[in-house]
Nanobody
């Protein structure tokens, strides 16, 4: 079974940056795309960003474009989410997930394995 663990969340001020990390039990050889989602008690889990298995075709939600950057190190089995110019509305639990396929997708149903989440809180 694939295990997924996120880290890097925390409390920051608006305009600050944060880098989330996600480690998986799959290293080099995995053909899975990876994605980031976020969730609050008042919103359903929503798509943030995704990246193909070799780092290709990064795709972002509209709110993330220009501010967030997804990347991965397949040798380490790690995917990152660099978040810049954070806003209070970015406050959420961020989840890393492993896609069932190799191409990036945005739907939650496309992802087979999920981490426990890491909390990001942005104060104004």
């Amino acid at each position: 079974q694939v295990q997924v663990v996120e880290s890097g969340g925390g409390l920051v001020q608006a305009g600050d940056s944060l880098r989330l990390s996600c480690t998986t039990s799959r290293l080099t050889g995995s053909y899975n795309a990876m994605g980031w989602f976020r969730q609050t008690p008042w919103k359903e889990r929503e798509f943030v960003a995704t990246i193909g298995w070799r780092g290709g075709s990064p795709t972002y939600a509209d709110f993330a474009k220009g501010r967030f950057t997804i990347s991965r190190d397949t040798a380490k089995g790690t995917v990152y989410l660099q978040m810049n110019n954070l806003k209070p509305e970015d406050t959420a639990a961020y989840y890393c997930a492993v896609d069932r396929g190799s191409a990036p997708t945005t739907a939650k149903s496309s992802y087979a394995y999920w981490g426990q989440g890491t909390q990001v809180t942005v104060s104004s």
